[in-house]
Each structure stands twice: as structure tokens, then as C-alpha cells.
């Protein structure tokens, strides 16, 4: 058939949600040049090539292939032509037609490498109709080669179905698509609730310079509340010329009130509690359905039941028997169970020990705090299989991970006994969406580190004193690993996991050890009460040094872990106040950091640099405020604190809730293998509850390379599910996101 171009569907563009655009108007660049050899089928379909299993030809002008049912994955199917070369930083139009029959079926089209490791630079997933519909595209390719590839994948289902495809294109030289996010109205408010007590703020994105009127609208459309908006002038996060709303001093509750002014009406809002004591609930369950090695079940999770993942049924090769990476050690191990870290099938202690951490630390706030309420987590609260056992839900989700921390410890008699391996994933890469179950790659244990040893000496220790009570066994046995492993770390105390070691998994190098050694010396001491834990926090340099900084806590960054605890868990450490002073000193930073930022949260990174995963940046700064307020009672540090929830929840530049399921508009898309609906009808969203990594400035994945090339701050996010750099999941996110929603419904 001869080149012809059709205007995209609208109604596929909002099906995909994705990169679909409009065709760029006006006139073509002279360099516009054709990258697809014989795109058309005019006469042949060389020298497009297919796997064994698929049966092309020419059918009416068109390439039409019979698709086996029965195979695992989309690229187990596949039509494809190689040698395409990609010119890094130009931009492409990718454009093709394609029908389907029976209709619906899914087909992922890539332009890719066509050698391992197989980078994808662009792919989408459309669902064919009968009739056929055009498609178009622009990305931007991040590499230079002349390996590249463009295919049709259409594998992935059980039955048999018939493709056929036409004029396929990749024309070079396109303008490049300036993506412009829709970021509708330009009222900026907390989407989902405010407390009727605590402060209620919002941001204006506007031209005017001088204060305009704001009026503040309840559900039944009545004006409750007025006033002026103060000038903030150019946000240095958004670069957008703003004004912030203060409207604090309306204290009524409801559903449906809107903020307008300038013209412009916000999303609508809650003022009222009911949704942080649900969201406390979601943040906590999200970890039930990142269980490995455990089928998760659909009555407790509609819509979320999927078999048993790593165990031992093919094509899984299991995580019961693993061994080291070549070279690693000499021991296999039982590292079953545990928590997948993100949208990828690995585990990795550093991560692990974070976010267990996290959750402990939640649920140990709940009985120190003055406004703590151990039963809001306690048994019966988050449907999980253990719910019913008398024993705090939260200590059994969290000790779903400590048991698989425990497993992690390399085994008495072998070289480095009393280490524990850094990670446990797969020897390659696996591509999206692959249920862990489907998972057919090698399990490999990573070298121990020292990283990870402290990891798990914290949280066992931390463990011991949490989990005494319901189980005395347990808790003796995890303080026995914790002190084998703070012994070992001793030995050992410089042994890195190193920022080479990421095929196949995350690399979480990490070169220095010292805030680990306080962290788990802290804990250690405030299980045990011994002395040579506490010589070791008193002599620490960390004891005493400015950790909080825009980056204060996270995987990496572990000092604060034992700074907060040390400031809160009762003990007779000499100088115990002046380190809860130190926390309190560093909330009134991170009240400064709040107070200068138009969109009102305590982060502000060095050089406008957002963090990968900055949303749970956002909520460890929010902890400390939190923990001020409970060490000190000072309404200004619960303040900030609560409103540090207003970002995350869509006081943005974006306008965009990061809490799938929270806020009319919210994050849904983040990648996952599977939570992996973009790509597959069959699978489900991420869970009510999951927070989204946020804006990140290095922008590391094709994908957001190919739209937010320049990107300024708050900018640098798409809820797309191929954008792992901008929106991934991860149970260290989500696990700040339980630590400050738990804090917020506390303050109802
Ligand atoms: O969140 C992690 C970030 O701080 C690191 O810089 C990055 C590279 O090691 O890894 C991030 O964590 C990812 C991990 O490596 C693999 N699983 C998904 C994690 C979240 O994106």
C-alpha cells in the first residue's frame, strides 16, 4: 500500500494516557530522512524479519502474520527488521498501522537495540482493532548506533490471532515534540484533605504580579471563606511566577470545596481526617502485594491475587537454593520470601533495611508518642494473612522482611560468616510486564557488604525490642543475628558494594559505612543498654555532625535513622538532650526550606537538583518535623510537618497527586512488572496507596530522555510506565510515605 497518514485517534491517545501527539505542523525539516527499508509491502516483506513460531506474508499490499497462542512474553513473537542506526539526541517519528484479529489483542512496538543487552529506546502498546488504526510517535533517541531495531511484538497471549501491519516508518530529522504536561487548573491545592485544624495552604500559578482576590467554596458551591493572595514571584523550583494562599483560619469540614481565583477554579478537596486514617491503611498494604515467595491472595487483595513468585515452579529456577554470582562465594542459600524492592523482581538488603526501618519506626512512634495510637495498626487492620494472630499487622508485614534479612546471612563456617549479602536478582534484565512467577532468569546472591551487614544489625536489633512482647523466640533470635552481624561488620568494615555491580539488578553501591556502624550501634543500644554500643554512638563523629541536610535520610543516608531513634526510644545514653536538640535544630531548618518554597515543602535540593526518588526526600524531611513536634509539642513542627503532605498529594507543579488512588488526579502508571496495565488490560494499576519516585533531574531512562529533555525541578516526572528513573514504586518510598501519613492521621 502506498504512504499514507492519518490523523491519531483521540480516543486512542487517552487510551494509551502515553506519548501520543498530534502530527507537528508546519514545514517539514530539508533532513527528514527515511530509516525503515520497504516500510510498505508493496511487493515483498524483505527484509523484515520474524521469530520461528510467526508465519508472514503479503496479504492485499499489507504484512500480515499468523501469532501463536501460548508464549510468555511479547517479544516471544515478534516481526522485525535490523540494522536501523539511531543518531543520539535526534528526533524520530515512528508511525505505523496495524489491525488485529480477533480484536484487542496487545501489540508492543519498539524501536530498540537489536543485540543484548536489547535497550529499548521507545516502545508503546497499543490495542488493535479489526479495522486497523494509524499510529504515530516522536521520541528523541538517547544513543548513537547502527544496531538498532523496530519490531512488532505480539506474543504474550494464550491464544492464536492474526496481525497485520503497514507502512511502517522511523523518519530522522523531525522537529522534536515539545512535550507540555496538562497540568490544568492554575489553583495548586492538597487533592485529597486538609485537617480542619492544621493549616491549609495552597500556590497560584499566574502572570499577575500584585495580590488578587481568593475565595474558598464549599461542596454545595458556597463561598465560606475569602481573601488576598501574596506575591512570591519566580519559583525557583517550577520556574513559574506564583502566589501562595493562605486560607488556615477556615476550620469547617467537608467534601467538594474548591479554591478560586484569577479565573480559575482548583481541583476539589477534603477538609477532614478520613482519608489519612485510609491512606495510613493503603501505605501499609502496598506491601502485602510486593510479597515474593507467597501467593497473594485475591480475597484479600481483589484484583491483586497472582501465584507464588521465586519459589520453585518452572518457569521460576526459585530463590530456595540460590547461588553466588560466579566467583562470589561458595555456599548456596534459602533467601525466599521478602519483599520485591520496586517494580523489578530483586531484593536487596540496604533497601530492605530502610523500609522495615520505617515501618518499625511507625509503629514504635505509635507507642512513644504523645499522639500515637498503637490499635490504628494493630491486628485485623490490613487484611493480610496473618491478620487475626493477636500480633500488631505492621510487625507481621514488617517481619515478612526480616525473616528474608535473616536468610541473607552468609552462614556460620563459610569464609565472611556473619555478612550478609547485599542482594539477591535476576542475572539479566527482565523486560515489562513479567509476573514474578513468569520470571524465568537465574537468581544470584551478590557478594556480602558491609552496608548490608549494618543494615541488618539495625533493624534485628530494632526488632528485638518491638517483636519481645508477642514473640520472645523471635526477638532473641534476631538480636543474636543483629550482634553476629555487628561483630562481623567489625571485622570487616570496609567491604563496598560497588557501582559496576547492576545487570540484572540495582547496583545500591555505597562506599561509605560509618553512618551505618551509628545507626546499628544506636539501635544495638537501645535494645541492649550495653556499654560498648553506646562508646560506639558517643564516639561516633556522626553523633555530633549536621546530617540533615536537603538529603538527610534514606538507603544511603542512614545516620538520621539513629539520630531519631536515639532522640525518642527512652534511654540513658549521657547527652541524651542535646540530641534531641540536634533533631529539633534541624527541623527549624527544614522549616526555613518550607517557609521559602512557594509550594510550601521542606526540600529544596542543591542546585534545583530533584533526587531520584525526591517524593520520599520530601517525607524523610517531613519525619524530622514530625519528630520535633513529638519531642518538643511545638504546633509550628506539626505544622510543617502536615503540610509538608500538601506537595505530595498535589500542591505541585504539576497538579499531580504522586499517591495512586489519592486526589482527582494522581500517579497510576508507575513502573512496575506487575503493576503493569498500560501494557497489559489484564493486569491491575499499582495499589490505592503508592507513592511515585517524583520529579527527578538526572532523568536516567530513555523514556523521560525522550520528553523532558531540559526540564527544570518539579518538571522532571511523567506518569509513564516505561519512566523508571521518574516513577518507579519502592517499599524505601513508600515506607516514608506510611512513617508521615500515619503521623498526619494522628493529628486528627
Ligand atoms: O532509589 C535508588 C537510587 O537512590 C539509586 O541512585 C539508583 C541506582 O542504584 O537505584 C534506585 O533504586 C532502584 C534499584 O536500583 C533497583 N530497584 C528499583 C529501585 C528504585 O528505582
Not at 533517541?141 to 492464536?160: E, I, R
Not at 526540600?603 to 517524593?615: E, H, I, Q, T, V
Request: hydrophobic share 35%; with cysteine; net charge negative.
Amino acid at each position: 500500500m502506498q504512504r499514507r497518514r492519518t490523523p491519531v485517534l483521540a480516543a486512542l491517545a487517552a487510551l494509551l494516557g502515553a506519548a501520543l501527539t498530534a502530527l507537528p505542523s508546519g514545514p517539514a525539516a530539508a533532513a527528514e530522512t527515511e530509516q525503515v527499508v520497504n516500510g510498505t509491502f508493496d511487493t515483498t516483506t524483505a527484509p523484515w524479519w520474524t521469530t520461528p513460531n510467526v508465519t508472514a506474508g503479503l496479504s492485499d499490499g499489507q504484512l500480515c502474520a499468523d501469532v501463536p497462542g501460548g508464549t510468555a512474553n511479547r517479544w516471544d513473537a515478534a516481526v522485525g527488521q535490523n540494522d536501523i542506526t539511531l543518531v543520539k539526541g535526534e528526533s524520530y517519528r515512528f508511525a505505523f498501522t496495524a489491525s488485529g484479529s480477533p480484536a484487542g489483542h496487545p501489540v508492543r512496538a519498539i524501536v530498540g537495540l537489536s543485540v543484548a543487552p536489547y535497550d529499548t529506546y521507545f516502545e508503546v502498546t497499543p490495542q488493535l482493532s479489526v479495522s486497523g488504526d494509524a499510529y504515530s510517535y516522536t521520541f528523541t533517541s538517547p544513543v548513537d548506533t547502527t544496531q538498532g531495531q523496530v519490531a512488532l511484538q505480539a506474543g504474550g497471549g494464550a491464544d492464536a490471532w492474526h496481525l497485520c501491519m503497514d507502512d511502517v516508518s522511523l523518519l530522522g530529522g523531525v522537529p522534536p515534540e515539545v512535550y507540555e504536561p496538562d497540568t490544568g487548573p492554575r489553583v495548586r491545592v492538597n487533592q485529597v484533605a486538609y485537617l480542619p485544624a492544621g493549616p491549609k495552604n495552597a500556590t497560584l500559578v499566574t502572570a499577575a504580579t500584585s495580590p488578587l482576590p481568593w475565595r474558598l467554596k464549599n461542596g454545595r458551591g458556597a463561598v465560606v471563606a475569602h481573601g488576598r493572595t501574596v506575591p512570591r514571584g519566580t519559583d525557583a523550583s517550577s520556574g513559574q511566577n506564583v502566589h501562595s494562599i493562605d486560607f488556615g483560619g477556615y476550620r469547617g469540614r467537608g467534601d467538594g470545596f474548591t479554591l478560586l481565583a484569577d479565573g480559575e477554579t482548583s481541583r476539589p478537596f477534603g477538609i477532614g481526617t478520613s482519608a489519612y486514617e485510609r491512606l495510613r491503611l493503603d501505605a501499609v498494604k502496598y506491601y502485602y502485594t510486593q510479597r515474593s515467595g507467597i501467593a497473594i491472595r485475591d480475597d484479600l487483595r481483589p484484583g491483586y491475587g497472582r501465584p507464588a513468585g521465586h519459589l520453585d515452579a518452572a518457569p521460576n529456577r526459585g530463590d530456595l537454593d540460590v547461588p553466588c554470582v560466579p566467583g562470589g562465594c561458595d555456599h548456596r542459600l534459602d533467601v525466599s520470601g521478602g519483599w520485591y524492592d520496586a517494580g523489578d523482581h530483586g531484593k536487596y538488603v540496604v533497601n530492605g533495611g530502610i523500609a522495615t526501618w520505617e515501618l518499625l519506626s511507625t509503629y514504635e512512634r505509635s507507642l512513644l508518642a504523645r499522639t500515637g495510637h498503637p490499635a490504628k495498626l494493630g491486628d485485623d487492620t490490613l487484611a493480610i494473612p496473618e491478620s487475626g494472630n493477636k500480633v500488631p499487622d505492621i510487625l507481621d508485614e514488617a517481619r515478612w522482611e526480616l525473616e528474608f534479612l535473616l536468610k541473607m546471612q552468609v552462614p556460620a563456617g563459610q569464609p565472611a560468616a556473619g555478612m550478609v549479602h547485599h542482594k539477591v536478582h535476576d542475572a539479566q534484565w527482565t523486560g515489562l510486564p513479567l509476573l514474578p512467577s513468569d520470571d524465568p532468569q537465574q537468581r544470584e546472591l551478590h557478594p556480602p557488604s558491609t552496608t548490608a551487614t549494618l543494615n541488618l544489625a539495625a533493624t534485628a536489633a530494632q526488632a528485638a525490642r518491638l517483636y519481645r512482647p508477642y514473640d520472645r523466640r523471635f526477638a532473641a533470635k534476631a538480636l543474636a543475628a543483629a550482634r553476629t552481624a555487628w561483630a562481623a561488620a567489625l571485622a570487616h568494615p570496609d567491604v563496598y558494594a560497588p557501582e559496576s555491580d547492576a545487570t540484572g539488578g540495582g547496583a545500591y553501591a555505597d562506599s561509605d559505612a560509618s553512618d551505618e556502624f551509628y545507626w546499628a550501634a544506636a539501635e544495638l543500644y537501645l535494645t541492649t543498654g550495653e556499654k560498648q554500643f553506646a562508646d560506639h554512638v558517643l564516639g561516633s563523629p556522626l553523633h555530633t555532625a549536621d546530617i540533615f541536610g536537603p538529603l538527610g535520610l534514606d538507603w544511603s543516608r542512614t545516620a538520621a535513622a539513629g539520630r531519631l531513634d536515639l532522640a525518642t526510644v527512652p534511654s540513658a545514653l549521657p547527652g541524651r538532650d542535646k540530641g534531641r536538640r540536634s533533631v529539633v535544630r534541624a527541623a527549624d531548618g527544614y522549616l526555613a526550606t518550607l517557609a521559602g518554597q512557594p509550594y510550601g515543602m521542606p526540600y529544596a535540593p542543591d542546585g534545583n537538583r530533584y533526587d531520584w526518588g525526591s517524593s520520599h526526600q520530601v517525607l524523610n524531611n517531613a519525619v524530622v518535623l514530625a519528630t520535633a513536634y513529638d519531642v518538643t509539642g511545638a504546633a509550628k513542627y506539626r505544622d510543617g510537618a502536615v503540610q509538608s503532605m500538601d506537595y505530595i498529594l498535589g500542591r505541585n507543579a504539576l497538579n499531580i497527586s504522586y499517591v495512586t488512588g489519592y486526589g482527582e488526579v494522581n500517579s497510576h502508571h508507575q513502573h512496575s512488572r506487575w503493576y503493569a496495565r498500560e501494557l497489559d488490560p489484564a493486569l491491575p494499576d499499582p495499589p490505592a496507596g503508592t507513592l511515585a519516585g517524583g520529579p527527578n533531574s538526572a532523568i536516567q531512562d530513555p523514556y523521560a530522555q525522550s520528553r523532558l529533555q531540559g526540564c527544570v525541578g518539579q518538571f522532571c516526572y511523567i506518569d509513564d510506565i516505561q519512566s523508571w528513573s521518574t516513577n518507579e514504586t519502592a517499599i524505601n518510598w513508600n515506607a516514608a510515605l506510611t512513617r508521615m501519613a500515619s503521623f498526619v492521621a494522628d493529628q486528627g
